[in-house]
């Protein structure tokens, strides 16, 4: 197995081709990505990222890294409805599972004007913005890693993406090595352990 900043290191380089950019697989699938690491490095890899994205944004004119918090998004968009307070003031009065399903409801998830895939995908420029989403184990149970690439699966097909799944993904998505999320075989593994 390849050591954590090891695997981190070939980020880069492996974004910054230009074919990682634009291309599409042979049986003409999504530019989808996941770097699955371990539950426990969430804080190195979180550095990590953020020194990369702030690296190649300040050096390079042709590619730009969009990042996308989920659980930052979630927390916009609560806010902007003004149902921020209210969910606070439910988790503390019934608990944290009976949040879920109401802000599910506020986010729109999986239905047509999904708020959080509309706010990944509003301001893209094709074959130039690399996205990576992060904040996927802050933003569960709410808001499913499978769900958010199924429903952008159809909304962003001129855009790299890079999910940082802390977990296991084979052909299966383990959220913090124990939660199966659900089978999900369109994205390639991005940097192999």
């Given at each position: 197995?390849?050591?954590?900043?090891?695997?981190?290191?070939?980020?880069?380089?492996?974004?910054?081709?230009?074919?990682?950019?634009?291309?599409?697989?042979?049986?003409?699938?999504?530019?989808?990505?996941?770097?699955?690491?371990?539950?426990?490095?969430?804080?190195?890899?979180?550095?990590h990222v953020d020194?990369?994205?702030?690296?190649?944004?300040?050096?390079?004119?042709?590619?730009?890294?969009?990042?996308?918090?989920?659980?930052?998004?979630?927390?916009?968009?609560?806010?902007?409805?003004?149902?921020?307070?209210?969910?606070?003031?439910?988790?503390?009065?019934?608990?944290?599972?009976?949040?879920?399903?109401?802000?599910?409801?506020?986010?729109?998830?999986?239905?047509?004007?999904?708020?959080?895939?509309?706010?990944?995908?509003?301001?893209?420029?094709?074959?130039?913005?690399?996205?990576?989403?992060t904040g996927i184990?802050?933003?569960?149970?709410?808001?499913?890693?499978?769900?958010?690439?199924?429903?952008?699966?159809?909304?962003?097909?001129?855009?790299?993406?890079?999910?940082?799944?802390?977990?296991?993904?084979t052909n299966e998505?383990?959220?913090?090595?124990?939660?199966?999320?659900?089978?999900?075989?369109?994205?390639?593994?991005?940097?192999?352990?």
């Open positions: 197995m390849m050591p954590l900043n090891k695997r981190l290191d070939l980020i880069e380089p492996k974004i910054l081709g230009e074919s990682f950019r634009t291309g599409r697989g042979t049986a003409n699938e999504v530019n989808f990505w996941i770097f699955d690491y371990e539950a426990e490095d969430e804080m190195v890899v979180r550095s020194a990369l994205i702030d690296r190649i944004n300040s050096l390079y004119d042709d590619v730009r890294i969009v990042k996308y918090d989920l659980y930052d998004l979630m927390l916009d968009v609560l806010r902007e409805k003004n149902y921020l307070e209210k969910v606070i003031a439910m988790e503390e009065s019934k608990g944290s599972d009976a949040i879920i399903n109401p802000i599910k409801k506020t986010l729109r998830l999986t239905l047509d004007g999904d708020l959080i895939i509309g706010k990944i995908t509003k301001e893209l420029v094709p074959e130039r913005d690399v996205i990576f989403l184990g802050k933003a569960w149970p709410v808001i499913r890693s499978h769900t958010i690439l199924n429903n952008l699966h159809s909304r962003v097909d001129k855009n790299a993406l890079v999910m940082f799944f802390p977990g296991d993904y998505l383990r959220l913090f090595g124990e939660i199966t999320d659900d089978n999900y075989y369109r994205a390639f593994k991005l940097i192999e352990r």
